[in-house]
Structure formats: structure tokens, C-alpha cells
């Protein structure tokens, strides 16, 4: 039994949900199978708790595992339970949360559970892009019960009991619980990247409460827009001092400093994060060169350059903000990409997944660039030409091909190894360069940014020009999907 059957599935609904909204379907469902003796048990619910509820007033499906039933593993007519409750969803628009605590695959029932694992990712892969997805694990969520959590489109994960693995930590070869426990929540959504939130039980739920009223019902419905309480001509002072960690600029610029970072421990130099403009949720992705804690220390540091990690991370956040209509903006810093073998290794594939998702979304791209943009890395955040719809600055940026003094040493090597005065002719060209290559009223004069706008006015600009996107449509040539 799960370490965490002390909170009964029955209670992680409730807690979930608005109080006395939930209404249950399939309670008297028990386990067909009387293989092994199973029959003679007791399985009620057969270890599922289903049915609907709201929250905040918003429709939503859930599904809650109980432990206490064949710990909570997944048979024949559990599964039933979880695809009926899609088929549900998927007619009425609304998102699906599974609260997972189980002990995976009920070896009982054998190819039936198999088969019920199937069914489960079969509705899961459909309902894709459709509905919402969110994944919570309490307890136990192993073998092909984490490709449950992996098909869903968010995944919060308890930070002490929950444990998310495909092969326990101990079948790993030269690993152990002991030495790197690779199911916990820190290896999963530091290391790993599969978890998007971690947090106490409490934090969970309260988690899931928060997305789920912010994100849209369906991918026809509008984003949640609620009313917005902040000034949207409130300027946003000393903004300029957050250009290395965006997650501050976000607060500055954001409806009464509204910020919910999405896989935050996973590639924190790449910063994903909803936030609410004029009430609207909106998508952002932004590079990031520090982290601050709540007393101003610095508690880490990064270049400015784009990774393999950051890139997978941010086309993942673009993909879902695409597929369901919510805005993207993006704050640009990047001189160009880190120089690692795990760079070597993956980067151009990763990075073409986030050119890709950038130039695939339809829905309304605005970029800022807050600092440097230059060489490719920049054309891949959100750039003009891969299909921004509207590109500000602010008038300390810089825009090139890249840094004025390496391409000067570039460009006049000859004059430069001929010269007598070596410095004075690099910092002539470095200056000239600058002028006419690197300064963001070259790119601006060229048609690439659209406007210089004050730091102060920042949040009036992005508020403006979401609107005036508010009604963009887009066609794109006629295909099935893309292969990047």
C-alpha cells in the first residue's frame, strides 16, 4: 500500500474541488476477472474513484486512484472507468485531472491489463491538443503508468512520497535509491525534465486549482480571461534592472505580478511561465542569465546562450500554448549557444524543435528583446523572420551577427597582423562595427523591430499590441503535420 493512503482518494478530490460539486460515475464498477482468486476480494470501485466537478466554477473530469484497492493498480475495468470518463470530456470540452497513486499494471488480469493500459494512452493521444491534460502523482506511478504522466499535458508530482519511474531505481545498472534516487520528484523535474511541478500535497492540489483556472477549457474556447485589477497604463519602473532574471521583469510586467512558472527546476535558463496581461493569459518564454531569491542573492548564474535543455523545454511550453490558442511572448537575450558536448550532442536538433515551434504557432508572437540578440540564436527567439508578429527594443539592445570585436578580428585579420598599431585599429573598426552592424537602430531602420519603446512604457506596449492581435488568423499550406 502507497506510503500516502493516509489521504484516501476520495479526500484528494475534495480537496480538489469546489466543496460539494463533485458528483461521481461508476461507483458500483468492481474487477471482472476471476483469475487468481481475485474475485474473492473486495474491489471497490476496482481502485478508481471517477466523476466530474468544478473548479472555480469550471467543468472539469477526475480521476483519483486508490491505493487501498489492489494498490490502485491498473486492470480491465479500471481502465474502463478512466476512458469513459474521456469520452465524457472530450464531448463536453473539458480538462481531465488524474490523481496517480498506484502500483501500476495489475498482474492479475494480465493481457487485460495490458490492454487497459492501451486504451488509456489510445483516448490520451487522441484528447491531445483538444482538452487539457493534468498528471498528479501522490504515490506510486511506475512502468507504463508514467507514460500516463509523460501523454498528459502537465505533471505535478508530491516532493516526498510520489515516485515517478519507468524502471525502479534499483534495476538500474551502477544506481540506487541510495546514490541517485531517479523516481523522486527533484531528479524528475530537475534532472529529467518530466515534471513540471513539485510541491507538498497541499501545494499540489492548490497547483492544479491555479492552472486549471487560468488555461483554457477546450481549443476552441477563449483563454480564461478574467477581469483585470491592475492600471494598464501602470509603468513598469526599474524593469530595466531585470533583464537577468526575467522571472522579476515577468512580475513587473504581468496583472498584479501574476507569475506561474511551468518546469521551473528543469533548464532554468530558459524561463517559461504564464502570466496575465489586460486579464488575459498569456505565454511566456524568456532567457534568463540569473536567479535572485527573495533577499536579492544571486543563487545561480548562466550565459546567455541557448541549450539543449532550455530549447526542448521552451518548444514543449510553445506547442501547448499553440495548440490552445494562448499568446506567446518573448523576452530575447541570447549572444549565441553553449559550447558543451551535450551542446554538440543534441543542440541543432533541439534547437530546430524551437524554431519550429516558434514559426508553427498561429497564435498571436510578440518578442521584446531586453539585452543582446545576436547571430542565429536570436533569429530562433521569436524573431521577425521566423514569423513574430510584432518585435520591440529597448534602446539599449544590441542586434547583430555577432559581437563587433570578434568580427572585427574577422573581417580585418589582414589589417589588423599588418598594422602597427594593433588596438587602435580594432577599436576604430569595433566602433564603426557597432554603428552600423550591432546597434538596434540598424535593425530597426532594416524593419526587423517594429518599435524602441521606453523600459517604463514596456507593459502598455505588450498590452496594446496583444490586443490589436487579439483577432490574428492565420492559414498555413494544407498538410497532416510537420516531422521537426
Known amino acids: 500500500m502507497s506510503t500516502t493512503a493516509k489521504v484516501t482518494a476520495r479526500q484528494r478530490i475534495e480537496n480538489l474541488l469546489d466543496d460539494n460539486s463533485f458528483v461521481e460515475i461508476g461507483a458500483y464498477v468492481k474487477a471482472r476477472s476471476t483469475d487468481f482468486n481475485i474475485k474473492a476480494q473486495d474491489t471497490p470501485s476496482d481502485g478508481v474513484i471517477t466523476g466530474y466537478g468544478v473548479i472555480n466554477g469550471k467543468l472539469v473530469y477526475v480521476y483519483s486512484q486508490d491505493s487501498s484497492v489492489l494498490g490502485g493498480s491498473v486492470g480491465e475495468m479500471h481502465a474502463k472507468k478512466i476512458t469513459n470518463l474521456y469520452d465524457l470530456a472530450m464531448k463536453t470540452g473539458s480538462p481531465v485531472v488524474g490523481l496517480i497513486d498506484s502500483t501500476g499494471l495489475r498482474l492479475q488480469e494480465s493481457v487485460d491489463g495490458l490492454n487497459a493500459f492501451g486504451e488509456i494512452y489510445l483516448k490520451q493521444s487522441l484528447a491531445s491538443g483538444v482538452i487539457p491534460q493534468i498528471t498528479a502523482i501522490f504515490g506510486n506511478c511506475g512502468g507504463g503508468l508514467s507514460v500516463v504522466a509523460r501523454l498528459s499535458d502537465f505533471t505535478f508530482m508530491e ?19 541510495e546514490l541517485c534516487d531517479s523516481a523522486s520528484a527533484q531528479f524528475q523535474s530537475t534532472t529529467a525534465g518530466n515534471v513540471d511541478f513539485t510541491g507538498s500535497e497541499t501545494e499540489v492540489i492548490a497547483g492544479v486549482r491555479e492552472l486549471v483556472s487560468i488555461l483554457p477549457s477546450n481549443n476552441e474556447d477563449e483563454a480564461a480571461d478574467l477581469e483585470c485589477t491592475d492600471d494598464l497604463n501602470r509603468g513598469t519602473e526599474g524593469i530595466e534592472n531585470c533583464g537577468e532574471d526575467t522571472k522579476l521583469a ?19 535558463e530558459m524561463l517559461t511561465a504564464f502570466i496575465k496581461l489586460n486579464g488575459a493569459t498569456i505565454g511566456a518564454v ?33 506547442n501547448f500554448c499553440d495548440a490552445f490558442n494562448i499568446p506567446v511572448l518573448t523576452l530575447t537575450n541570447v549572444e549565441g549557444y553553449t559550447t558543451t558536448m551535450c551542446q554538440e550532442k543534441n543542440g541543432a536538433k533541439a534547437t530546430a524543435k524551437l524554431v519550429y515551434a516558434f514559426a508553427n504557432a498561429t497564435v498571436p508572437k ?14 530562433t527567439m521569436n524573431s521577425k523572420a ?44 569595433i566602433s564603426e562595427y557597432q554603428a552600423l552592424q550591432g546597434n538596434v537602430m540598424a535593425a530597426a531602420a532594416r524593419g526587423y523591430i517594429d518599435s524602441i519603446v521606453a523600459p517604463v512604457d514596456t ?12 483577432t490574428k488568423f492565420e492559414e498555413r499550406p494544407g498538410k497532416k503535420h510537420g516531422t521537426v
Open 386 to 429: 521566423t514569423g513574430a508578429d510584432v518585435v520591440y527594443a529597448w534602446p539599449t539592445a544590441k542586434v547583430g551577427m555577432m559581437e563587433a570585436k570578434s568580427a572585427v578580428e574577422i573581417m580585418y585579420a589582414d589589417e589588423i597582423n599588418a598594422g602597427e598599431d594593433v588596438n587602435a585599429v580594432i577599436e576604430e573598426k
Open 366 to 379: 510578440v518578442n521584446l528583446i531586453i539585452g543582446n540578440a545576436v547571430g542565429s540564436a536570436y533569429v
Open 250 to 268: 515577468l512580475e513587473n510586467l504581468s496583472d498584479n505580478s501574476f507569475v506561474v512558472e511551468v518546469k521551473k527546476d528543469y533548464a532554468p
Open 159 to 177: 516532493s516526498k512520497n510520489a515516485q515517478l519511474f519507468v524502471n525502479s531505481p534499483n534495476a538500474v545498472n551502477e544506481n540506487n535509491k
Open 459 to 470: 507593459r502598455k506596449y505588450l498590452i496594446g499590441a496583444f490586443e490589436m492581435l487579439y
Open 286 to 318: 524568456a532567457n534568463r542569465t540569473k536567479i535572485y531569491d527573495d533577499d536579492m542573492n544571486v543563487t545561480e548564474e548562466f550565459e546567455a546562450k541557448l541549450t539543449a535543455k532550455g530549447c526542448d523545454k521552451a518548444a514543449e511550453f510553445i
